[in-house]
């Protein structure tokens, strides 16, 4: 025991900067933490986010945070971060402490901090993280802090805050002081109401002793499970704000939205003369809207972000500047395009739309700050009869498109957006409108797959794909985003998924013109069918799984399924070897749910063997008091595709 007090005391005195941790994190680092599961890496000891709101509209921020390291994987949670804009806000201070399982401490301060830029994708962004790293140090059973001081002067008028993410946490709070008089309504999402703790002009909300959050197969996003806490908060009525506008519902989003953009979507000449240019040969208006969408989606993406803290981050640069320069953002593309679409006398609006996931937006909370992502509304006649068209009550029939996505065509929209809330941002008549969500049949792949079987249970295959609509996007999006060789490893790895000895031969994709998406692959594979002393051979016909297959294996499930629109049919038909006959033919196997139908079948022809299947979902989020029946509903469609053939020597 000596020894162990002694090592303890050298260990402490050996490390570099060593310091005493602030009382706080004293305090927090001896508290019991409760058992969790061996997939819990870290745990969160206390989390605390103070925000005060000074005179002048400057905001001073500390955020308190303790994690203690459970799990060798849990060391990359010794990380502090702060996010600042160097346009409108500074960190004045930002300090780390690591307390070893011995009793040693190590401290961090302005020698072990970094300072890069947020974004590597843009070529140039105002916002920046400063950072503490101490992964390195952080052995399971040590407890990492850490204490950041930052100001900023936000545009807005409202806070978020994640009173967790995947890892459990005993404490989690937020503080708020604003000076006297000042109004404030909170929201909280993905648990019961956190009312809170009024002290004058402060307030605390706080929740304790949040489980871990396991996330599983198809379930929703994080930000959909996690509890999470929206502020607004507005000067006494009749004063002034100090600092940005107060967003009391969405039509003032849309109003403030519309302003921005306002004057960057004037054309010029240049943009007349590209519109005319573009839309010479169509005769129809989708024709015209697609031929303005194409060429949009061709200009490179780059990002340059400056005046983010003020706006800048919301509002594009001018359509005839993108149009010379040829390249631009999310905002600066959906700019351009309505500014060419009013030089070709068709009207549209800018959308503000989160993209990743449409369900990130709640509609009880106005707020700009719920998007990432910025899209056009086309307004369009009846003669426009496309998945992608919804009706705004006070607009009309709107056509959802977004220029960024290179890979999605006029008259789709990517199924991250489909059935999301998004702001049309239109002068008094805008708001949050329900963005189309496209049926099954809008997402459709038709597989034929010719089989050459061989007496010793070997396969020659030829597999033909053609995928329309977002069916079609996806899998030129994959295409797109690998190199040959690399996509052929994709392909490959799908194939010998199912056949495990396959050898690929071919591998072609095209781009047809009408949108559609093809693909012509051709393998062999050695004893795929099972010979038994040769009299038998057995075999699956379902010879490639799904790409996208969902598995879902645990008996309980805590999450809601979410599922993807899409309808696929595949034919195979397999060439029986000479002298042999089919023994017995599985029963049609079929399953219909409000959700999705399946439906397996197998026939015989005339020396051959003919499996059909067919898959349809339908976009949807299923709770997990359903779970059964769409555990149900999958095990169906795995055991028709697992059901082997058996053929027998005559």
């Known amino acids: 025991m000596k020894f162990r007090i002694l090592f303890g005391l050298l260990l402490t005195l050996a490390l570099p900067g060593a310091d005493k941790p602030p009382q706080w994190l004293a305090e927090v680092a001896g508290r019991t933490t409760p058992v969790y599961k061996d997939t819990v890496r870290a745990a969160v000891l206390f989390n605390e986010e103070r925000a005060e709101l000074q005179a002048d509209g400057r905001v001073v921020t500390t955020v308190r945070r303790a994690v203690k390291v459970l799990t060798r994987s849990g060391q990359r949670e010794a990380t502090a971060r702060v996010v600042y804009r160097t346009d409108t806000a500074k960190v004045r201070s930002l300090r780390a402490w690591l307390i070893y399982p011995a009793g040693g401490v190590k401290s961090y301060d302005k020698k072990e901090t970094i300072d890069v830029a947020l974004s590597e994708n843009d070529v140039y962004n105002e916002a920046r993280v400063r950072a503490i790293v101490a992964t390195d140090h952080a052995q399971p059973g040590a407890v990492f802090g850490y204490e950041a001081v930052s100001e900023d002067r936000s545009i807005f008028t409202q806070f978020t805050y994640e009173f967790q993410d995947e890892l459990p946490a005993l404490r989690s709070r937020f503080v708020l002081s604003l000076p006297t008089g000042w109004e404030v309504s909170s929201h909280t999402f993905n648990h019961a109401a956190v009312a809170p703790d009024i002290s004058g002009s402060q307030y605390l909300w706080q929740l304790d002793n949040l489980e871990p959050i396991e996330l599983e197969p198809a379930s929703p996003s994080l930000h959909s499970i996690a509890p999470w806490l929206a502020v607004s908060y507005a000067p006494p009525p009749g004063t002034a704000s100090v600092t940005g506008p107060v967003f009391k519902d969405w039509a003032s989003v849309s109003n403030w939205l519309a302003e921005l953009n306002s004057r960057p979507v004037a054309g010029n000449e240049s943009v007349a ?47 005839p500047e993108v149009l010379s320069k040829s390249y631009g953002d999310c905002k600066d593309k959906a700019n351009l395009m309505r500014s060419l679409l009013a030089a070709a006398g068709i009207e549209a609006y800018p959308v503000a739309i989160f993209s990743g996931d449409p369900h990130y937006v709640r509609e009880s909370w106005a707020s700009p700050q719920q998007f990432n992502h910025a899209i056009v509304a086309v307004r369009v006649s009846p003669e426009t009869q496309v998945p992608a068209v919804g009706v705004h009550e006070s607009l009309g029939r709107l056509l959802l498109f977004d220029p960024t996505d290179a890979a999605t065509p006029v008259g789709y929209l990517p199924s991250d957006q489909q059935d999301s809330l998004a702001v049309i941002a239109a002068p008094e008549k805008g708001g949050l409108m329900r963005v189309p969500a496209a049926p099954p049949s809008a997402s459709k792949l038709e597989r034929t797959t010719q089989v050459n079987l061989a007496a010793d249970g070997s396969i020659e295959v030829d597999l033909r794909e053609l995928c329309r609509g977002q069916s079609a996007s996806d899998n030129r999006a994959l295409h797109r985003r690998y190199a040959a060789p690399d996509y052929r490893k994709v392909i490959e790895h799908w194939v010998t998924r199912g056949a495990g000895t396959a050898a690929v031969s071919k591998v072609l994709a095209e781009d047809g013109e009408d949108g559609t998406f093809s693909l012509h692959v051709g393998f062999s594979a050695s004893a795929y069918a099972q010979s038994m002393r040769g009299q038998l051979l057995v075999f699956r016909p379902a010879i490639v799984s799904r790409r996208d297959g969902l598995v879902l294996l645990e008996e309980t499930r805590r999450h809601p399924v979410v599922l993807d629109a899409g309808s696929e049919t595949d034919t195979v038909a397999v060439k029986l070897p ?73």
Request: proline share 5%; aromatic share 10%; charged share 25%.
């Open 578 to 650: 000479a002298g042999f006959s089919i023994e017995e033919l599985p029963a049609k196997m079929e399953a219909e749910t409000p959700f999705g139908t399946y439906s397996a079948e197998w026939e015989a022809g005339d020396g051959e063997l003919i499996f059909r299947r067919s898959l349809e979902t339908r976009a949807t989020a299923i709770p997990a008091e359903e779970y059964k029946t769409v555990r149900d509903f999958f095990l169906t469609v795995a055991r028709a595709e697992g059901t082997p053939v058996v053929l027998v020597r005559q």
């Open 273 to 319: 003369a590209k519109a005319r240019e573009l839309t010479a040969a169509s005769g129809s208006e989708l024709d015209r809207i697609r031929a303005i969408g194409s060429y949009v989606q061709g200009i490179k993406y780059v990002s340059i972000q400056t005046g983010v803290g003020r706006g800048g981050g919301y509002q594009p640069h001018p359509a």
